[in-house]
């Protein structure tokens, strides 16, 4: 299931040159900050086909997000490190979002992503497991150290579209489950300040 939809990804992907030398489009003050009430917003589902612009925003973040996973080019450029942003963190009050996964092992000579386009996304099914990043979980709208876990599923099921309208089923567990849960969220007005909890007995943490 996973190889079909990388083989799309990876077609749209090798189009996109990873570091452009500093010219980014996506800089921090593009995004969204959490006192934005734009943010508090429920998106609107897509309509396919994407519109130009919103193509662009999905590349323009694919090439933010990896590069902010790049410590040379996130430290030479400012870039804040993220994993995901959704749509309405540019403004862009759709429900789509963009996910760059970090999966390098250790015997990797280069840092490996895998990038996950998602539109019009459902989650159809959950674990009964809960679980909490360690660290807490941080946003690139939330200009600040926010201390507390937040509660995710351990494991889900997303249906959703690809850029370019094609159903996708993706299940994601740990790390990636957490991530798509946070910008889900993003597409219902929740940050994930709102779900800060000090209290996870019982709770394992990943
Ligand atoms: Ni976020």
Same mark, same amino acid.
């Given at each position: 299931m996973f190889t079909a939809i990388y083989f799309d990804f990876i077609k749209f992907c090798d /189009? !996109? !040159?990873? =570091?452009? @030398? @500093?010219? =980014? $489009? !996506? /800089? $921090? @003050?593009?995004i969204l900050d959490e006192k934005d009430s734009r943010l508090r917003s429920i998106s609107n589902e897509v309509v396919f086909p994407l519109s130009k612009k919103d193509k662009k925003a999905i590349k323009d973040t694919i090439e933010y997000l990896t590069n902010s996973q790049i410590p040379e080019i996130s430290e030479k450029e400012g870039l804040r490190p993220g994993m995901g942003l959704a749509a309405i963190q540019l403004g862009i009050n759709k429900r789509f979002f963009v996910v760059v996964h970090e999966i390098t092992r250790e015997e990797d000579k280069k840092q490996k992503f895998n990038t996950y386009i998602i539109v019009n996304p459902k989650i159809i099914s959950h674990s009964e497991e809960i679980i909490a990043a360690d660290t807490g979980e941080g946003c690139l709208s939330v200009n600040r150290e926010v201390d507390g876990y937040v509660k995710r599923f351990a494991r889900v099921t997303i249906e959703a579209f690809d850029i370019d309208g094609k159903p996708i089923t993706i299940r994601a567990r740990e790390e990636l489950a957490i991530a798509f849960q946070h910008e889900i969220d993003h597409l219902n007005g929740i940050l994930f300040i709102d779900k800060i909890t000090n209290n996870i007995n019982g709770i394992r943490t990943i």
């Amino acid at each position: 299931m996973f190889t079909a939809i990388y083989f799309d990804f990876i077609k749209f992907c090798d /189009k !996109i !040159i990873v =570091y452009f @030398g @500093g010219d =980014y $489009m !996506i /800089k $921090m @003050g593009n995004i969204l900050d959490e006192k934005d009430s734009r943010l508090r917003s429920i998106s609107n589902e897509v309509v396919f086909p994407l519109s130009k612009k919103d193509k662009k925003a999905i590349k323009d973040t694919i090439e933010y997000l990896t590069n902010s996973q790049i410590p040379e080019i996130s430290e030479k450029e400012g870039l804040r490190p993220g994993m995901g942003l959704a749509a309405i963190q540019l403004g862009i009050n759709k429900r789509f979002f963009v996910v760059v996964h970090e999966i390098t092992r250790e015997e990797d000579k280069k840092q490996k992503f895998n990038t996950y386009i998602i539109v019009n996304p459902k989650i159809i099914s959950h674990s009964e497991e809960i679980i909490a990043a360690d660290t807490g979980e941080g946003c690139l709208s939330v200009n600040r150290e926010v201390d507390g876990y937040v509660k995710r599923f351990a494991r889900v099921t997303i249906e959703a579209f690809d850029i370019d309208g094609k159903p996708i089923t993706i299940r994601a567990r740990e790390e990636l489950a957490i991530a798509f849960q946070h910008e889900i969220d993003h597409l219902n007005g929740i940050l994930f300040i709102d779900k800060i909890t000090n209290n996870i007995n019982g709770i394992r943490t990943i």
